[in-house]
Structure formats: C-alpha cells, structure tokens
C-alpha cells in the first residue's frame, strides 16, 4: 500500500497528458498537464535577433523564454508582477532555466536570423510548474520547427534531440517520482532533472529541507527521474507525431 497521499506508487507519475495546436497564432503550441499542474506553451518566431548577438557577430539565430503564473493560478488569487513593475527573482529563474534547458539541444545556427520564444504561461499550479513547463515548451519549440521547415524557412532540423523535465524528492514515502504540491510543501528533499532523450544531464537542481540528501536517496532520485523522463519523451513523440 503506498504511503504517498495521493495514492500512488513511489515511481508513478501523476497522470499527463497534452493538447497540441490550441493557439491559432503561435507557430507551435500545447496545452501541458501534470495532475492539477496545468501549462499552456507557445512558441513564436520574431524575424531578428537580439542586438547584443550583433555586435557580438555571432552567427545563427536565439532562444529565449519567459514563465507566468495566472492570477488564480494558486489557492489564492496573486498579483500579476507586471503590476508591481518588475519580476520575482523565482519567474526569472525558471525564464532562464526553460531556455537552458531548450538551447541545450539545439542548433542555433541552423535557426538562422531569428529568435524563437518561447512562452510558458500556468493556468493552474499544484506542484512542478517548472517541470511541466520545460516538457511541454519542447513540444510546441519542436511543432515549431517542423511548420518553419515545411515553409523552407529553415533547411535543416536545428533540434539534436528531444529533452523533458521531472521533479523527484525525498518523502516520508522514501524517494519518490513527480511531487504535487501536498508532497513538495512537506519533502525532506526536492530536486528537478532536465535530461535528454541520451541521457545526457542538462540540470539538476537539489535541496535538502531538513537533513543533507544521503547518497543513496539522491542515486534513487536520479534513477526515478531518468525513467521517467524516457516515459516523457515517448508521450512528446506522440504529440509531436513522432513516435514509432
């Protein structure tokens, strides 16, 4: 019997699933969720690059994202920042850590002289924004790529391979798969993997709450994360048409 409260096992996901295509506008889009944690992911195309890759002379094109919270995102309603004139230093951290992980695994030069952006907006949170985030900004990067390379706009696939996000922790339940916010509020430990479809390690941000994380829970945490994150790629392939 498991000790999670939600019932499940200590290496089972909450359910996931993805709507792609829910923006007419966007070049590529979906509608991501985890359980509760629900992210809507658009990727659009501006025909330039930032000024500083000018005078830099860098060649190829940019990517870059930007991450929101819905005013009634949360329990309680929240105030949107641009009202207060600036970002929280956490919306900037997980802006810079979506388009971490999205650069990681592509080839900017082969985008040519423009910048994709990616924006991850959550409509309701219940643990892992970042994570969903990041998983579902890989589908509507690549449904983006796939309409600019049915346009000829782009000749060759920039994408090296597919990337996916999952956070683990450490619980009263022992190491455990996907937190919801019940488990993350009260973890002894909570980590987030960003890692390839290779299993190369994009990041891994860990933090222990009470005690240091022991090396055993930590090799478990990865093990779950690395599992888990062959089960999202699979379901990015069938969103994006790819899966075999």
Same mark, same amino acid.
């Given at each position: 019997?498991?000790n999670?409260?939600?019932?499940? =096992? ?14 007419d ?44 919270? *819905? ?46 952006? @990616?924006?991850?907006?959550? *409509?309701?949170?219940?643990?892992g924004?970042?994570t ?6 890989? @589908? ?6 796939q ?30 798969i ?51 994150? =062959? ?14």
């Amino acid at each position: 019997m498991s000790n999670r409260p939600s019932g499940r =096992q200590n290496n089972e996901m909450r359910e996931i699933s993805v709507e792609t295509g829910i923006n007419d506008y966007a070049e590529g889009s979906c509608l991501i969720s985890f359980g509760g944690t629900k992210v809507h992911c658009t990727a659009s195309i501006q025909e330039m690059v930032p000024r500083w890759m000018k005078m830099q002379g860098k060649k190829g094109g940019w990517l870059t994202a930007e991450y929101g919270m *819905l005013p009634r995102s949360t329990h309680e309603r929240i105030d949107r920042e641009a009202s207060k004139g600036k970002q929280s230093g956490r919306t900037i951290e997980i802006s810079r850590l979506i388009g971490r992980a999205l650069r990681a695994v592509v080839d900017l030069e082969k985008i040519g002289g423009r910048t994709i952006w @990616i924006d991850c907006d959550v *409509l309701q949170a219940d643990g892992g924004t970042r994570t969903a985030s990041i998983t579902g900004a890989y @589908i509507a990067l690549h449904l983006c790529i796939q309409k600019l390379m049915m346009e000829g706009k782009i000749k060759q696939n920039p994408l090296r391979e597919y990337v996916a996000a999952i956070s683990c922790g450490v619980t009263e339940a022992g190491p455990v798969i996907d937190l919801d916010y019940a488990e993350d509020s009260n973890a002894i430990a909570d980590s987030n993997y960003v890692i390839t479809e290779t299993g190369g390690l994009v990041e891994v941000q860990s933090t222990a709450e009470e005690k240091p994380i022991s090396e055993e829970d930590f090799t478990a945490m990865l093990n779950l994360a690395k599992n888990g994150i =062959q089960d999202l790629i699979h379901m990015q392939k069938q969103a994006t048409g790819q899966a075999r």
